[in-house]
């Protein structure tokens, strides 16, 4: 079974309190820019003195020095989890894993879920894109620095866990059923694959902070992740 992360991507701390009353089985919460930028670190502490894990969404991507110095105050916070880009290169990972003194957990984000093949080449200047091959590059840079896991769409989960092994986190965002809308991610599926493919961690957002029922949705996704027969 992998942990269910409800991504707070709301625009208000008010409004994901009262989603987080309706959702009494939650353990973890994804927080990112959104709600960082404009409520920030009293709403972590809040979460936090709920009891739950907090996986600080902010994808730092800088100079080595400043990636250090924002995942110490994470660290002090009293975050669980964060996310770097790995392609900020191993100078930065390895600075912030030692920042991390093994009480935060870093997860290097790869090939985000938003891109195809198109869009990743166009980024990089480059028309020679392979996206599995970018991202089993990416994961084993991170953990060669030290990071703790990595973060990967719902496709590369099996390829991802054969190059990285069983210990490391893999954090799974583009999580979906059959009927949810892809919105802006092209690389998703369900959580039943994800989890049985190898993901620590399933981080699951519009589909339940959208639904009529949201209670009922992330029951739905929770039961999802924990019914994988091997």
């Not at 105050?73 to 996310?83: I, P, Y």
């Not at 935060?104 to 990089?124: E, F, I, P």
């Not at 991802?160 to 809308?181: F, T, Y």
Request: proline content about 4%; overall charge negative.
């Amino acid at each position: 079974m992998a942990e269910l992360i409800v991504a707070l991507d709301l625009p208000r701390a008010s409004e994901a309190l009262r989603l987080l009353d309706r959702l009494p089985e939650a353990r973890w919460v994804k927080v990112g820019s959104i709600l960082m930028t404009r409520e920030g670190p009293a709403f972590i502490r809040t979460l936090i003195g709920r009891g739950l894990s907090v996986f600080l969404d902010l994808k730092w991507h800088d100079i080595p020095n400043t990636v250090a110095e924002a995942v110490m105050a994470a660290r002090e916070l009293g975050v669980s989890m964060a996310t770097l880009h790995t392609l900020g290169g191993a100078t930065m990972m390895e600075g912030a894993a030692v920042a991390a003194g093994g009480e935060l957990a870093l997860v290097g984000v790869t090939v985000l879920t938003s891109h195809d093949v198109a869009s990743y080449g166009r980024a990089l200047g480059r028309t020679d894109i392979d996206l599995e091959t970018e991202v089993r590059r990416h994961a084993a840079a991170a953990i060669g620095a030290g990071l703790d896991g990595v973060v990967c769409s719902p496709q590369e989960v099996a390829l991802v866990r054969k190059q990285v092994g069983e210990g490391p986190h893999v954090v799974v965002p583009g999580i979906r059923r059959r009927s949810d809308p892809l919105a802006d991610q092209v690389r998703v599926a369900g959580a039943r694959d994800a989890v049985a493919d190898g993901a620590t961690h399933l981080v699951v957002g519009r589909p339940v902070l959208q639904a009529q029922d949201p209670a009922a949705a992330f029951r739905e996704f929770l039961e999802e992740a924990r019914c994988v027969v091997s």
